[in-house]
């Protein structure tokens, strides 16, 4: 089974909205972590936001906000106000318990509109 | 600065050819990883290494080969066995166990089959 499942292969938000980004994970560990990352088209993998499977508020870092939700296994990335610099692919990623493996979704890739 | 060096940024193999991708960090973190990009696609794990001398595979091993003789570097060699080589090869580091820590990424190497 897919220890991460993002659905949306591609994205479309006007600039200034906000838009959600899907996450699901597979895991029976009690103890793991959530990541986003983004990665441009020049390729490098810049990190976004982590939420621990402990924390009980959703995870925010500026315009970026996780919405985690527990019992249906889901941590979707939220984006506000969206930007022309917002446009990329964006990755979920797990870390399970103390293992030090990162599992990877598909990705969705974003395009934003003027 | 801190921070994870890959090279060459591009390469080109000759078929029967092995060619071997740099990766250093000087962010003294335990745990580094390989990950293969096709186009449009996830990341896919090649191997990781929790410890100097040791070292895991991932889920697409076959034809790529490790070693892990410094802490600061680990070297990822294709080989000719590995047939279809032709992607985007990103190393990442990060401190070991659980928690916040997230993975930091080089910035990739473009490899290329002629």
């Known amino acids: 089974a897919q220890k991460i499942t993002q659905t949306q292969p591609g994205m479309f938000v006007q600039e200034k909205e906000a838009v959600t980004l899907d996450c699901t994970y597979d895991?029976?560990?009690?103890?793991?972590?959530l990541f986003w990352y983004k990665q441009p088209s020049s390729g490098e993998m810049i990190f976004l936001i982590y939420?621990?499977?402990?924390?009980?508020q959703n995870a925010t870092e500026g315009r970026y906000s996780l919405n985690f939700q527990k019992a249906r296994k889901s941590a979707n990335l939220v984006i506000s106000a969206s930007q022309l610099g917002d446009s990329a692919m964006y990755f979920c990623?797990?870390?399970?318990?103390?293992?030090?493996?990162?599992?990877f979704g598909s990705g969705t890739k974003l395009n934003v509109k003027p | 600065d801190g921070g994870i060096t890959q090279s060459p940024k591009y390469l080109f193999r000759k078929e029967g050819q092995n060619v071997t991708l740099s990766c250093e960090q000087n962010?003294?973190?335990?745990?580094m990883y390989w990950y293969r990009q096709d186009p449009g696609q996830g990341l896919r794990l090649i191997y990781y290494s929790q410890i100097v001398n040791d070292f895991q595979k991932g889920d697409i091993a076959e034809g790529y080969s490790v070693s892990r003789e410094k802490k600061e570097s680990f070297p990822l060699t294709v080989t000719s066995a590995q047939k279809n080589p032709t992607a985007f090869y990103l190393c990442a580091s990060s401190i070991m166990g659980q928690g916040v820590e997230t993975q930091y990424f080089g910035p990739g190497t473009r490899l290329l089959v002629l």
């Open positions: 962010l003294n973190h335990d745990a």
């Open positions: 990623a797990m870390r399970e318990g103390n293992f030090n493996k990162f599992y």
């Open positions: 939420q621990g499977s402990y924390d009980e």
């Open positions: 895991t029976s560990d009690q103890s793991y972590g």
